[in-house]
């Protein structure tokens, strides 16, 4: 029996070692990247814009007839302006 460095792994240990190695810090960066996207729908996360949900909003009640076109463009803009 030979202890020490390769003597038991062979090539093929080798390459499942490595393959390993891949398939963790592949999973981490996933991981990572999803917990950045957010886990909401859309997947915004710190990339989207503040206004994206006000102005879905605004959409959805002038789709129902709850605001007339004017107040919607009126609101809209004042929702374009802010910081």
Do not use: C, K
């Amino acid at each position: 029996m030979m202890y020490g460095w390769g003597g038991s792994i062979g090539i093929g240990g080798w390459i499942a070692m490595g393959l390993m190695m891949l398939l963790f810090w592949g999973g981490l960066i996933t991981v990572a990247i999803l917990l950045m996207r957010g886990n909401h729908p859309g997947g915004r996360g710190f990339y989207g814009s503040p206004n994206d949900d006000s102005e879905r909003i605004l959409n959805e009640r002038f789709a129902r007839g709850e605001i007339d076109e004017t107040e919607f463009n009126a609101r809209r803009a004042a929702l374009r302006r802010q910081p």
